[in-house]
């Protein structure tokens, strides 16, 4: 069976730091990882993806993560972050195979907080 | 154009009314959701559709009674709801069932007095 962990329910940094959101996952197949973020009171949108190409995914925002199957990772980052980037953050993996193929499995997200 | 759209945004509904909740895209996918959220909580797998017919129903109350009109139509029908029922509805379309990202719409949030 698939999981996800997110290691922080709530993350604050200040306005042009670094961002560090970190998620591990278990999966017995190659997983498909996702990135969603939520702002207030918002559906889900779409930040990044890993489907088995690179390692190392570009999404929008300035927003980038890193596949790490010798660690079973897939943290979030940005170099300089914004106000607009206070959030909550899904990290999610996809079922790929068995009866509940193609559902998606979220960890519980991480709050982030910008501090001006 | 990657839009799902949803409505109404808000809804507030008495124990005994009857309401729908609407989904629509227009990006050809295939494959429609429905899902729940409670407050600082991640979204909860209510429906799946593939190809306009029911794949999933994860053991939902049947006064939660989904239904897909054509591929770009999903709707969620509500009836005799209970207080813990308010939640934010979100609606997902993707490609296909099994493949590729879900796109989310802005939900609908729900409150049962």
């Known amino acids: 069976a698939q999981s996800v962990t997110q290691l922080d329910s709530h993350v604050s940094v200040s306005e042009g730091t670094p961002v560090l959101l970190r998620c591990n996952y278990s999966s017995s197949y190659s997983p498909s990882l996702f990135w969603y973020v939520q702002h207030p009171n918002k559906g889900l949108q779409l930040l990044l993806k890993?489907?088995?190409?690179?390692?190392l995914v570009k999404g929008i925002n300035g927003f980038e993560a890193e596949f790490k199957k010798s660690e079973t990772s897939f943290h979030l980052t940005k170099p300089s972050a914004h106000m607009s980037d206070a959030a909550e953050y899904f990290c999610v993996v996809r079922e790929n195979y068995g009866g509940s193929q193609g559902n998606l499995i979220f960890g519980k997200g991480t709050k982030l907080s910008v501090k001006p | 154009d990657t839009e799902v759209t949803q409505t109404p945004k808000h809804l507030v509904m008495g124990m005994t009314n009857k309401k729908s909740l609407k989904c629509e895209q227009h990006m050809g996918h295939r494959a429609m959701y429905w899902y729940k959220q409670k407050a600082k909580k991640p979204p909860e797998l209510m429906f799946v559709y593939s190809y306009e017919k029911l794949s999933i129903n994860e053991s939902v109350p049947s006064r939660f009674s989904p239904e897909c009109p054509n591929s770009s139509l999903l709707n969620l029908h509500l009836h005799a709801l209970q207080p813990e029922d308010s939640a934010l509805y979100l609606c997902?379309?993707?490609?296909?069932?099994?493949?590729?990202?879900?796109?989310f719409g802005p939900g609908t949030r729900l409150t049962v007095t």
């Open positions: 997902a379309s993707s490609q296909r069932l099994g493949g590729d990202e879900q796109y």
């Open positions: 890993y489907t088995s190409a690179a390692t």
